[in-house]
């Protein structure tokens, strides 16, 4: 008796669902499409700079020099400008980086060969407002020029790219983790407050139903859809996009199950505090965003945190199931190696719920 | 014009009033301009470094102590041979691996020999480039030291890198601009978007379309507020830039207004398309979060344009944020002037009049 | 009829291959309390928002305050006012600041608007009440504030959608006194309704029943003409062979 009223909620959420086919389809597609789209087009790999050159003398040495740039797939030649140039074809963004040959270029890498003191022959002007090509294409372009010369101080430089193929989804585990978070926690609080302000919730608490299966009547259809969008991310990276998916691939659908549990009962939370669609949808699309996005590891490493904000990100969620995603599909370790953070995100999960159930049957009173 | 200011007042009195909007409107920005910055250091510590050592020289170890003693690096070990060394960084035991040639010892002392080879995980493009400038230092400084002990002249790098507009390479200025940007993308697009379509589920807007009140005076009263939210919010961040981190813009501040102008007309037009075409709040939500989160992920505010594969680059030539974060960027931090980014601002005019000419037009009084 | 201040002739309305409003033809005279009646689903609010500019007609003619419902539906806007099923004044104004917003969309003067809402308040006895938020106020005061705001600018003509359902009998009798006097200062009135109590009010009625109008006269006229005591029993008599119903 008991089963069957929880069922015939389960069923009216699930009509809900259906009825509103638009709703469906941008749940259904969002995720696999955010996922597979930030996952592979989101990288930090420095792979186009765009160099200009400035050569007084155009020497055979130069010429070569500037050969070997253009040769070279991480760099375009923007070609030669003036010396007077340098800055505006900086702030203009037409280049990246200016190499400034010197007048006796030639002469001085001569000299460099023979160990003899000799002047700076290029002078590297790069646009360091984004430090992450200047870093990087500094290091790059230095090994380029010097790449014939056999002996001096400045050392051979490279960047090795991809030695498993691993940069390609190394944002995956991350876009999961946070598209799952924000989606799974915007439909349940969005649909719970909407029947509080609709008044239809009114009519569901008199029923002979406990509020709370109610609750997690509402809950089931979301996290079968969830579920879904868990099984279609994996089929169609290996399908479509051809990524060879190493790892506990059972590890993993149960990490990610237990995490999607939490993301709802975060819905659930949310809903109690917001008396307006409009306040829960803003709590979890937006507020929940910032955090889930930059605390937790997502993007920007943890490590590198002050302390205080390394305390602060133990408390997302986001970043536990992160740290265990990249354990089982990057590094290839088996489930064992992520139990702590598992424990984690279970107590997270339980915490959250009971809270939740709390502040739900508080409101009731 | 008399309309649309009674209907300015009504938008205005509900902003206020509204228990949640404007705590947001003041808040969010406080909190992001103020914690997140400090996320996003790239100052980069422990890096892990692996040295195949194939000199054994009293020059090398020198080397290998100061790599040890630094703050920046930790030493995961010194390898024989260089496969060994880089099997360590494939399994992540290592970041970078420092080769130390047969020989280094003799170039220390003055003659000619072969260079030291660093080899980074490009991966991780930020650490491993940053521990490759690091080691570069460290190499150098190593060098001259050991020159200076016989009394040579330390040698000159044959190429030097100047960095420009951003010396120290701070990180947080690159991502302090977009942060802003953020803001706006969050702001100015939820915001009316969640403002109309409210009015749609609670029936007023059915009473306003009973009205003779024209399509662009309703959808003016619904945008301007938060035009005027987008740039007190733009000036809010742009003050705690300068208070907190010292942070001012490097060019013109019309330019960077101009700019943020353009954008904040867009994203609220967008916003009104994604509730025109919706009849709840939930799906204008979901279409806004969507569009929302491609416009942070893609348009290069978290991670660069540059470094996408190329079907992602030519899908981020349609996102109007894309070309905002590269003015915003540039005239932040290199003095850009919008002569010299018309281009892009060009692009961002077309986004605002597209997707505000699109908003009235799919605002319909009538079924 | 001289000078109907609507007419429509054949108005239509299709969803897809539902009709919800078919063939309609009937005219309003000025200053009349026209009962537009018919069970649910019969097709009156379709009907209603076609006339007031809310929706297109699928096909037919008709003209509301001189203007013309399928190409001025702007102009139309002007002369008339609308109050609808649903509550539709903000909920987090006040009560005045409902009324000025309205007063200034329709182009009412400062002095004016200040006028007119002291007459309101003073009307509706609400003085105290001016500055509570609208979504603090008791239904059956909500809906007197609405037709209040809905004839602010004394509309030529207007549509009441339902003004009464939910409220309390003496509430009711109140909300009636305002549509006389509204009729009495020359504003025709056009009133859908459920209670058959309020249709005897009414100079005249029509009843729609599946998207069609079925009868049209004064209530009078209607009940001598089904032989019956009461409005209840005609549209009884009526409904009873609908096809559709909610």
Redesign the interface.
Known sequence: MIMRGFMSFVRKETLHILR?P??ML??LL?PV??VL??G??????????RVAVVAPHRTEGVRQAVRRIAANPCFTLRGYVDGTQI??V????EA?AVAVFAADYDR??NA????E????????????????????G?????SV??AD????????????????M??SY??VPG?MGM?FM?ICA?MTS??IV?EKETGTMEVLLVSPVRPLRIVAAKMVPYFLLSCFNLATIPLLARCVLEVPLSGNLAGIACLSLLYLLLALAFGLLISTFAD????A??IS???L??PV???SGL???I????RI?RVVSCAVPTRWYIEAVRKLMI?GLPFAAVMKEVAILAAMTAVLTAAAIRKFNDKLE | MRTLRVLLDKELRQFVRSP?LPK?VLL?PL??ML??P?????????IDVAVVDSDRSSASERLVRKIAASDCFTLRGTFDRYDAA?AA??E?AADVVVEVPDGFGR?AA?????????????????????G??Y??QT??QT?SELRADRGL?P?????????????T???R??MIPALMIMLLI?LCG?LPA?NLV?EK?TGTIEQINVTPVSRLSFTLAKLIPYWVVGFAVLTLAMLLARIVYGLSPAGSLGAVYLAAALFVFTMSGVGVIAANY?S????T??????F???F???SGL???V????GW?KT?TRFLPPRYFV?IM??V??????VA??RADYAALAVFAVLSNAWAAASYRKRS | MNDPILSVRELSKKFGGFTAVDRISFDVARGEIFGFLGANGAGKTTAMRMLCGLSYPTSGSGTVAGCDVMRESERIKRRIGYMSQRFSLYDDLTVLENIRLYGGIYGLSRRRILRRAVEILRRLDFRSESRTLVGALPLGWKQKLAFSVATLHRPELVFLDEPTGGVDPITRRQFWELIYEAAAGGTTVFVTTHYMDEAEYCSRVSVMVDGRIRALGTPAALKKQYAVATMDEVFRTLARGAKRSE
């Open positions: 509103d638009r709703t941008i749940v969002m499409i955010q789209l930030f592979f087009a989101m990288s930090t790999e420095v792979t186009d700079v800055d505006a900086l702030r203009s963004g990246d001085r890498m460099l060969e023979l160990g003191a000799a002047g700076e022959a290029v002078q590297l002007v790069f646009d360091a407002s984004n430090t992450n090509t200047a870093s990087a500094a290091g790059y372009l230095q020029l010097t010369v056999r002996s001096g101080p400045l050392p051979e430089t490279r960047l090795l790219y991809n030695p498993q691993k940069s190394n944002f876009i598209i924000l915007m969005v649909s909407r307006k669609q409009a306040t949808l803003l699309g937006m507020l965003l910032m996005v930059m605390l993007a920007f490493p490590e590198n945190m002050p904000l590094e | 949640f947001l969010f909190v992001v914690v997140i400090w996320v996003t250091t790239m100052d980069v510590r422990h880089l960084l494939d992540g170039s003055g003659g000619p020999a072969e260079r030291v080879r660093i080899s980074a995980n490009g991966v991780n493009a930020v650490k491993g480039s940053l490759m400038q080691l570069m190499l150098t060098l002249q040698l000159a790098e044959p190429v030097v890198v100047q960095n420009r507009y951003n010396p390479l701070e990180y200025f690159y969050m939820f969640l409210g589920e919706s709840t709040m939930q799906q939500m979901f279409v806004m979060f969507f929302v989160m491609i942070m992920m893609m978290i991670t660069p540059e470094s996408m594969p992602a899908l590269g960027r540039a932040y931090l290199k003095g850009s002037t010299e980014l």
